[in-house]
Nanobody
Framework: QVQLVESGGGLVQPGGSLRLSCTAS????????MSWYRQAPGKERELVAT????????NYADSMKGRFTISRDNVKNTVYLQMNSLKPEDTAVYYC?????????WGQGTQVTVSS
């Protein structure tokens, strides 16, 4: 049974930091590229960051560059998203995604709220 379980979301003040985690099970994690997406109320889901299967390459949406860092631990089957300098516009549900050979898996999402 494939599972992606996100954690680490919550309420944070503007300028603060959060670290999201997504732990995978039920598939060969090290074969999959991993991504974080987010969806704000009334908006479409958007790509935040992607990391290749071995972790050698990363890509970020322009608005996240320099503030967010994606990383992974293929021993722990976990992908992380370190978010710094958070802004109110970063408020959204953040989703973990695994992709390999047309297989596409999603987590249930974790809420991040940036507010004073």
């Amino acid at each position: 049974q494939v599972q992606l379980v996100e954690s680490g979301g919550g309420l944070v003040q503007p300028g603060g930091s959060l670290r999201l985690s997504c732990t995978a099970s039920g598939f060969t994690f090290s074969r999959y590229a991993m991504s974080w997406y987010r969806q704000a109320p009334g908006k479409e889901r958007e790509l935040v960051a992607t990391i290749t299967s071995a972790g050698g390459s990363t890509n970020y949406a322009d608005s996240m560059k320099g503030r967010f860092t994606i990383s992974r631990d293929n021993v722990k089957n976990t992908v992380y998203l370190q978010m710094n300098s958070l802004k109110p516009e970063d408020t959204a549900v953040y989703y973990c995604n695994a992709f390999f050979a047309l297989r596409n898996y999603w987590g249930q999402g974790t809420q991040v709220t940036v507010s004073s």
